[in-house]
């Protein structure tokens, strides 16, 4: 089985942690690990510990989005080129259907580290309504004295988001180097 995929992986979600102790937690992992390692073919299982009422499913399947997507550290590089390039404290690629996060740079410090998660959220609430408009969709722009947020199509399976607070970089600029960078971003795959 192994030898068609030997990099392949196992991915669990042991849902319904929220109902256990904290303390015990670690020992149902555990305990899943030792029942599943042995039948898994030697496939590496990553396990995540989930509940539907907090980000832990989130993360989770945000976490395998990105382990899964091909190219992820040239994908990653490109964000961080792409974001000194414009100036942008914050790039974010999202999947187009499901809004996780498949890869992100950070040009600053962020405090709240459920940012990706409130961000993805926020983004699913916004398409969600508007799912005959957002399908036809083309860019959002959300300006303010704080920042400007670009949302915009990136490939046909992701939309890419950039964050500037530098108000001296005119959105005309951003688009023209939005539309670079999908030719530098093609030019990778």
Do not use: H
Not at 26 to 50: M, W
Not at 119 to 132: Q, T
């Amino acid at each position: 089985m192994t030898e068609l995929s030997p990099k392949a992986k196992v991915y669990m979600l042991v849902n319904k942690m929220d109902k256990v102790d904290e303390e015990r937690r670690g020992a149902i992992i555990s305990n899943k690990k030792n029942q599943f390692q042995p039948k898994s073919s030697n496939f590496q299982i990553e396990f995540y510990p989930t509940s539907i009422w907090e980000t832990s499913t989130y993360i989770a399947f945000s976490n395998i989005l990105s382990e899964v997507v091909k190219k992820k550290e040239i994908i990653k590089k490109f964000l961080e080129e792409y974001g000194k390039a414009c100036g942008a404290d914050e790039v974010i690629i999202f999947d187009r259907k499901t809004f996780l996060v498949i890869a992100s740079y950070s040009g600053k410090e962020f405090k709240n580290e459920e940012r990706m998660e409130t961000i993805s959220y926020l983004m699913k609430k916004f398409k969600s309504p508007n799912s005959e408009v957002t399908n036809k969709f083309s860019e959002l722009v959300i300006n303010n004295k704080v920042n400007t947020i670009y949302l915009d199509e990136f490939t046909r399976n992701s939309y890419i988001l950039v964050a500037l607070s530098n108000k001296k970089i005119s959105l005309e600029l951003l688009k023209l180097n939005m539309k670079f960078g999908k030719k530098e971003f093609d030019d990778y795959q």
